[in-house]
């Protein structure tokens, strides 16, 4: 229906600044949060009903669908039909396991021994970690829609510009009154529970066996070269045109 916009889905890995990219998506003006999947990791799928639901909404107006996600052939068939417009958001492997270890830790769950911790997650997460954007890559236009917590944690202006640039809609984010009283647009992030993790605490945490072998899975993984050094560091110097 030529009426209707459509979907932005934010594929992302957990702990990637996923849940605060899309409020902020949320705040303006005519977008509005959504879910459209069922299932987690690699039981998650798009739900044909629920999708259809929240495009039914979309008249002048779009939602934001935040999801760990792979790019499976159904979500490739609704992104190239324009039902959905994706974000994909990554971060640097080690950064992305200390960060969910923090994450128990804040939530009350005690943890006498990191190493430990560090070595569990490196074999229950970084598999899935991979298959996500081993699957996200094979997009066409992956670098164009890339968006890394790194640059989020260094400049959230220049990362959400990109995003508006990506959408097309290049004033997306204008200033709308915010749900918390009291709270501007121009301050909104910095009173946000965002939690600006420092970039490469991962990697000086870490053991040098602990990043030997993420960096075998990621050799395993037949993820192309280009793309180690920011898996393993957060570090960029892919050449494309299409990347920011």
């Known amino acids: 229906n030529n009426d209707l916009t459509s979907g932005i889905l934010l594929a992302c890995m957990p702990k990637s600044g996923s ?11 005519n977008v509005r949060l959504a879910n459209i999947v069922l299932g987690i990791l690699d039981d998650a799928v798009i739900n044909i009903k629920m999708l259809a639901t929240a495009l039914s909404q979309n008249k002048n107006s779009s939602f934001v669908a935040q999801s760990h996600i792979l790019c499976s052939s159904l979500t490739l068939e609704l992104i190239e039909k324009k039902y959905l417009v994706p974000l994909v958001l990554t971060r640097n492997l080690p950064d992305a396991i200390i960060s969910m270890i923090d994450h128990q830790i804040a939530s009350g769950v005690r943890i006498s021994d990191i190493e430990q911790k560090c070595e569990h997650y490196i074999h229950l997460l970084v598999p899935w970690y991979l298959k996500f954007f081993a699957s996200w890559i094979e997009y066409s236009e992956f670098k164009k ?7 989020l944690s260094k400049n959230n202006q220049k990362y959400f510009n990109k995003i508006t640039s990506i959408l097309g809609i290049e004033d997306m984010l204008v200033e709308r009154p915010l749900q918390k ?20 605490r991962g990697h000086k945490i870490m ?37 920011v």
């Open 19 to 29: 849940t605060f990219t899309a409020n902020r998506l949320a705040q303006a003006e």
């Open 145 to 151: 829609v890339w968006l890394r917590y790194e640059d």
């Open 181 to 200: 009283k009291n709270i501007s647009a121009d301050n909104f992030i910095s009173n946000s529970h965002f939690n600006k993790g420092v970039n490469g």
């Open 207 to 243: 053991s040098a066996r602990q990043m030997e072998l993420i960096r075998k899975l990621i050799i395993l993984s037949e993820i192309p070269y280009e793309y180690w050094d920011y898996l393993l560091t957060g570090n960029i110097e892919i050449s494309s045109e299409n990347t």
